[in-house]
């Protein structure tokens, strides 16, 4: 099997609810038969989201969030509870796993890589935690993990702090677990991040790793 | 995502295919169906949880959902079967057990 493209698409600043169902409609493209893979890069509006697997305790200070319009979402994705918003950079791959390998596990791997290599390219020093998933930095959490499969199609993936407010993370309990420390990017640099050079660091690095991956399982795709 | 089919000719015990390294916990979240219900190949049947991720788990075949073992709530270890289909055969679903 040859490896197909991986093609990336900015979609700029989305409403939650709406990017769910532009994934949707590439997961199903991605579903049809020699379809490429897609990156879709994209920034939120304000938004708390819950995945299957937590509760709305979770928010610590609803006023909090209702003053700055913040919209509540029960999410299909795994993990537990987080927010979005301008300024952070989330990454959504929508990747056929049968054409890299057929692990939850593996996959969610590759994405903690992909984000300290971009992470470092561009200045920021993270790393992975046996155990812990996400991204973690010495000033604490940088980037967040919540995954959605169907039939081995993925969507939803990944959310990065580079300039974005880290003060609502003090408001909920961050996936789920109470006292996580968040950082971002802007913060560990002292500077903002210019957001367009972070996105094309991003969508070079996930496109190295999982072409990588894909030319390297291309040798007997499973079905 | 597929399953591993395994039984007599038109009835399939369904167990989950090795989807995640063996640290993960794998949890059922929800039945898409019911125990009686008909399906269709690719048709989702339920989700199923890793601490950061769920996936929809698709039918194999046509059929009737015969048995279900696992509830939501559930853990499932590798090669544990969840459910039985009797896979749908020319005149309507086959009657024999698993």
Sequence with gaps: MKPQDIRTLDLGIVDYREACLIQKRYVREVLSEDAVDYLLLLEHKPVITFGRVTDENNILDREYFSSLGYDIVRSERGGRITCHMPGQLVIYPILDLRRIKKDISYYIDLLEICVVRALERLGVKAYRIHGKRGVWTDLGKIAFIGVKGKSWVTCHGVAVNINNDTEPYKRINPCGVKGVRVTSARLMLARPVDMKRAKHVFSSVFRDVFTRERKESCHGIET | ?98
């Design chain 2, 1 to 98: 995502m597929s399953l591993l089919a395994r039984g007599r000719k038109v009835a399939m015990e369904l167990k989950l295919e090795d989807i995640s390294g063996q640290n993960d916990n794998v949890v059922i979240t929800l039945w898409h169906v019911e125990r009686g219900k008909m399906v269709s190949k690719g048709q989702d049947l339920l989700e199923i949880s890793t601490d950061k991720a769920t996936f929809d788990v698709s039918s194999p075949c046509d059929g009737v959902i015969d048995r279900i073992y696992k509830r939501p709530g559930d853990s499932v270890a590798r090669d544990e079967a969840v459910a039985v289909i009797k896979e749908t055969v020319q005149g309507g679903p086959a009657g024999s057990d698993v």
